[in-house]
């Protein structure tokens, strides 16, 4: 238990430094695009002052799914395709846990999407990271269902055959989907901004992470890098507000209002330019866990109410000397 | 036929002839004449006592067989009677009416002892029309000369066919020497109920409790309790259908019988297993239970739905059974140890989540309500086909606590007992009911609630300087559990390969070092066993092992062996992993061991089959790789409990051959 003294004290002392949530130094290739969303994310620990011990990093398999071994809290490094229902189990176990999802293309969008459309549908409180990079690292370059039609890889060697799937549209789709956005790992200052306003969101915030993978696709986004032009900015003060910086190099913006959601559907719908930004923002969709009373104080005393009344339904009681038995209802 | 025949000696071909006459008149197309025949003054009816007895209802689906015989079964209960019912399950929800698969209903076992099992064939079939009466018969389930109370409306239908099927089907059964009752039930109801087939299930319940003479106002109160939800228009209808039945039969029929009964002198609660397992989820004080809907696993998660959230428990209806499991899983993590209720198949698709709660030492429970496999199987069917499943599944080398609960009783207490180990070994155990239990209702004396059952309060204190979160004790294998919240325990719990730290780690020394901890524990908690009973003398001639819901047959056949002088005893297993210490010893006591089970062996007879290729049943194959020593097995597949009297025969026919074999 911690005492009220140590509550106390900790006020004084929280002031946390970014190293406090640094684990180890990530062993992620030179230029991945995972370095700079566990820049964010810990910058946005530090910022929010999380308690390391009362927040949960849940993943599945995958290069993205070496997340939560950098993070100094409590991680859940699962199985392949599951950090969705292993993060909602923890959620309504203990609904005072911040919980995060780190999850890749492979494991939410292939194997996991059973999950993906069901988490979305449950709406628990919690922020989930699609690291998008659209490609298979840890198995070595296996197409993903993310990527893009004729790519080359190992196991389409004569290129992809099918279009890719949508991940925003597939989302937006969704009944219960409360927050929906996109960014791309190169524009540090709004994956930092909607990565926090997803945090603050209640309810799942699902944020698809455009992601480079310098080892199998190195030149995947160049032609977008090279040209601000093909990033569509989101630009709302509901959403994200675009800084007088920024909006001098990336001049393609379009004001979108996130509770407007058949907006958010067709913005979802365009893939070239990238829109980056919140795409759907509903506060009130009702969160399960809220739903199923998660956190319950539950008492001895209450589960042996609760059994003795329901065993009072099926007993049969012995017969009183001289009076018949009494009825079990 | 005279009034105080005792049932088991009556004269067959008697009844047959007075029978034969009215079958063959076709055309009567008022009430049968059979029932005139045998009727008589209640006044001359003499009372015959009996130790025992095996009633089934059939009819077609949602006739109400089923709540007649659950009725009828815990009114025998609360007259102090042994009793097991049995559900007569069809496998679609509504199968065609008046067709041989179709058969609904119970079987209710009742005698003057405890009832441990549904026991043989039946005495006495009440059946609302002749196809499902005809699907039990072909299934075997009729004694010879079992009494038969067909309706009888059939046999004036409009329907010429039926009237034609109907008739045959009569003059089939009287020709093998059933003695086939006609009742007009439905016709008798009519002036009582306007709509009379839904109706007659209760008239049938009173005419049960005038031929077995079971308290008329424990049946009304019975009444009074399963239609408790309902309208009290609707209790007193069904209360007059209830003494309706009853004054027909006291006023129709020419025998009466009698079990009696010793009234308990503890109060008794009167449930199925898989209530049990719900009740013993609940009093085991886990909070969170992830399921996803299966046969015949789901009535647990149905009943405890209805209950769970008073006590502050959750039941999450996950997508699928693989996230059903990492549900829970994800649930256990952080707080108290979760449950995930399957079946077969979804027990298959859990298996690597599994691994991953063996891998993290996160505590689990999941219970296997076995039914017949592989792939879809035999859905509402028994078998006890997955214990290899349960103890080697999931890949890689993962440990895991297997029990199997034998009785209803035990359904309640295995998952307490599960819950208590899982958290205190931090594994997962896996607990083994099955179709059988699941549907099956036996009085056991109602549990005293203990706190002791319960979890403690979540651990949220302050991990001490240095402590790891895989700190293995070297002996025992056993570390502290870091739960979210703890203030410096923070770390990473991977599937992965990992060292004390939880990091991850490749290196040959760790990896072999952590499969040695977590094997280890199995080994604890197996020191902490007590070596089960022997049923019987501790040493004879043959030794019966058994496991799961066939213990109360099992013994039932030994009884009856041992009181005929054979030297046989039963050992019951139901911790089956680890196994405890001492069973070998046991087992040396004896000539010859084998098992029953109910999943497969090669028949020894088979062309092919000989000791170099025969694929023994689960139980032995375990059991003779552990000790050492030469043991046989008999089982059967049929998706139907073993009766005691197969198993009376398996023995006998085993102590005649080792007889002739020198030891």
Redesign the interface.
Same mark, same amino acid.
Request: proline fraction near 7%; avoid cysteine.
């Given at each position: /238990?911690?005492h009220a003294t140590e509550c106390l004290l900790r006020l004084y002392e929280e002031n946390p430094e970014l190293e406090q949530y640094q @684990?180890?130094i990530p062993r992620w290739c030179t230029g991945c695009g995972d370095n700079a969303i566990l820049a964010a994310v810990q910058r946005l620990c530090r910022d929010e002052k999380l308690r390391?011990?009362?927040t949960?990093?849940?993943s599945g398999i995958g290069c993205s799914s070496r997340f939560?071994?950098y993070?100094?809290?409590?991680?859940?490094?699962?199985?392949h395709g599951?950090a969705?229902?292993?993060?909602?189990?923890?959620? /309504?176990?203990?609904p005072?846990?911040h919980v995060f999802v780190a999850t890749g293309d492979g494991d939410c969008c292939s194997i996991g999407a @059973?999950?993906w459309?069901?988490g979305i549908r449950y709406n628990m409180n919690m922020t989930v990271l699609l690291h998008d990079n659209q490609i298979y690292g840890l198995t070595k370059m296996q197409a993903s269902p993310t990527s893009p039609k004729g790519l080359r890889s190992n196991t389409t060697p004569r290129g992809a055959y099918l279009e890719p799937l949508n991940p925003l549209s597939v989302t937006l789709g969704v009944q219960n989907a409360s927050f929906v956005a996109q960014v791309v790992d190169w524009i540090p200052e709004v994956l930092y901004d909607v990565i926090k306003a997803a945090f603050h969101h209640r309810g799942l915030s699902f944020v698809r992470i455009i992601q480079r993978c310098p080892e199998w696709l190195p030149n995947l986004f160049e032609p977008w890098l090279n040209d601000p032009q093909r990033i569509l900015l989101l630009n709302h003060e509901r959403g994200i507000r675009v800084s007088a910086n920024l909006g001098k190099v990336y001049k393609n913006q379009q004001a979108h209002d996130p509770l407007d959601i058949d907006g958010a559907r067709k913005i979802a719908s365009v893939a070239d330019p990238i829109p980056v930004g919140i795409l759907y923002r509903n506060p009130d969709v009702p969160c399960y866990e809220d739903l199923?009373?998660?956190g319950?104080?539950?008492t001895?005393e209450?589960?042996?109410s609760?059994?003795?009344?329901?065993?009072d339904r099926?007993?049969?009681?012995?017969?009183e000397e001289g009076k018949?038995?009494r009825?079990?209802? | 036929m005279t009034a105080n025949a005792d049932i088991q000696k009556l004269d067959y071909k008697e009844a047959r002839r007075q029978n034969g006459n009215s079958m063959n008149d076709t055309s009567t197309l008022q009430f049968p004449n059979l029932a005139q025949a045998v009727r008589a003054q209640p006044a001359e009816k003499a009372v015959t006592t009996l130790a025992e007895h095996v009633v089934e209802i059939v009819s077609d689906s949602g006739e109400g067989a089923q709540r007649c015989g659950q009725s009828f079964g815990?009114i025998a209960?609360?007259m102090g009677n042994g009793v097991w019912t049995v559900e007569i399950i069809p496998a679609e929800i509504q199968p065609p009416a008046r067709s041989i698969a179709g058969a609904s209903g119970n079987r209710i076992r009742f005698g003057s002892q405890p009832v441990t099992n549904g026991g043989d064939e039946a005495d006495l079939v009440v059946a609302f029309n002749e196809q499902v009466l005809l699907g039990r018969v072909r299934a075997g389930e009729l004694k010879p000369g079992c009494t038969i109370l067909l309706e009888s409306m059939w046999r004036s239908d409009r329907d010429a066919r039926i009237v034609e099927s109907y008739v045959r089907t009569c003059e089939q059964l009287v020709a093998e020497g059933y003695r086939l009752i006609e009742v007009p039930m439905e016709r008798e109801c009519r002036p009582l109920v306007s709509d009379a087939r839904r109706g007659k299930n209760m008239f049938v319940l009173g005419m049960l409790c005038s031929i077995y003479s079971l308290d008329l106002?424990?049946a009304r109160?019975q009444i009074?309790?399963a239609f408790?939800k309902k309208d009290e228009k609707i209790v007193r209808a069904n209360v007059k259908l209830l003494e309706a039945g009853h004054q027909w039969a006291d006023a129709n029929l020419d025998f009466k019988f009698r079990i009696p009964a010793v009234?308990?002198?503890?109060?008794?609660?009167?449930?199925n297993g898989n209530?049990a397992l719900a009740?013993g989820i609940?009093?085991s004080?886990m909070?969170?239970c992830?399921m996803y809907p299966i046969t015949p696993a789901t009535s647990v998660s149905h009943y405890l739905s209805e209950?769970y959230?008073?006590?502050?428990?959750?039941v999450?209806q996950?997508?699928?059974e693989?996230?059903?499991c990492?549900?829970?899983?994800?649930?256990?993590?952080?707080?108290?140890c979760?449950v995930t209720i399957t079946s077969g198949p979804g027990y298959s698709l859990k298996q690597?989540?599994i691994?991953?709660a063996v891998m993290?030492e996160i505590p689990l429970v999941v219970v296997n309500v076995q039914r017949g496999g592989p792939s879809t199987g035999l859905p509402t069917k028994a078998e006890q086909g997955d214990l290899l499943a349960a103890m080697f599944g999931s890949h890689g080398d993962a440990p895991k606590v297997v029990m199997a609960a034998s009785t209803i009783e035990d359904c309640f207490y295995s998952v307490i007992t599960a819950r208590k180990i899982a958290e205190t070994f931090n594994m997962v155990v896996v607990v083994l009911s099955d179709a059988n239990l699941a549907t099956s209702q036996q009085?056991f004396p109602?549990?005293q609630?203990s706190?002791a059952w319960?979890a403690p309060p979540l651990d949220?204190?302050?991990i001490p300087d240095g402590m790891k979160p895989y700190d293995w004790d070297a002996t025992t294998g056993l570390a502290r559990r870091f739960i979210?919240?703890?203030?410096?325990?923070?770390?990473?719990?991977?599937?992965?390969a990992h060292d004390q730290a939880s990091?991850?780690a490749y290196d040959p020394e760790v990896n072999e070092e952590s499969i040695r901890f977590r094997s280890l524990k199995l080994a604890a908690l197996q020191k902490t066993l007590k070596t089960p009973p022997v049923f019987g003398d501790p040493e004879g001639d043959l030794l019966v092992v058994g496991w799961g819901s066939t213990q109360g047959a099992i013994e039932e056949a030994v009884t009856r062996l041992r009181a005929e002088g054979c030297r046989v005893s039963a050992l019951h297993l139901r911790m089956l992993n680890p196994l405890p210490g001492g069973i070998k010893e046991i087992m040396r006591r004896f000539r010859n061991v084998m098992t029953i089970e109910g999943n497969w062996c090669d028949r020894p007879q088979d062309a092919i089959i000989d000791e170099t290729n025969r694929r023994h049943s689960a139980l032995a194959m375990l059991l003779r790789a552990r000790y050492l020593i030469d043991i046989d097995c008999w089982s059967e597949v049929r998706g139907q409990p073993i009766k005691p009297s197969t198993i009376y025969r398996v023995i006998r026919a085993k102590l005649q051959t080792s007889e002739r074999q020198p030891t």
């Open positions: /238990m911690i @684990a180890s390391p011990e009362k949960v990093f849940v939560p071994h993070m100094k809290t409590y991680g859940f490094h699962g199985i599951r969705l229902p292993i993060a909602e189990g923890v959620k /309504m176990a203990r005072d846990l @059973a999950h459309i069901h199923r009373h998660a319950q104080l539950r001895p209450l589960v042996r609760g059994l003795e009344a329901e065993l099926f007993t049969v009681w012995p017969q018949r038995a009825p079990a209802a | 815990a209960a609360r106002q424990l109160e009074a309790l408790r009234r308990a002198t503890v109060p008794q609660v009167v449930i209530t009740l609940l009093a004080g909070e969170v992830a209950v959230e008073k006590v502050g428990g959750i999450h996950a997508e699928d693989i996230a059903a990492s549900f829970a899983i994800g649930a256990s993590y952080a707080g108290k979760a690597e989540a691994g991953l993290g009085p109602r549990p609630f706190e319960l949220q204190s302050a979210p919240g703890q203030p410096n325990g923070m770390h990473t719990l991977t599937g992965l990091h991850v």
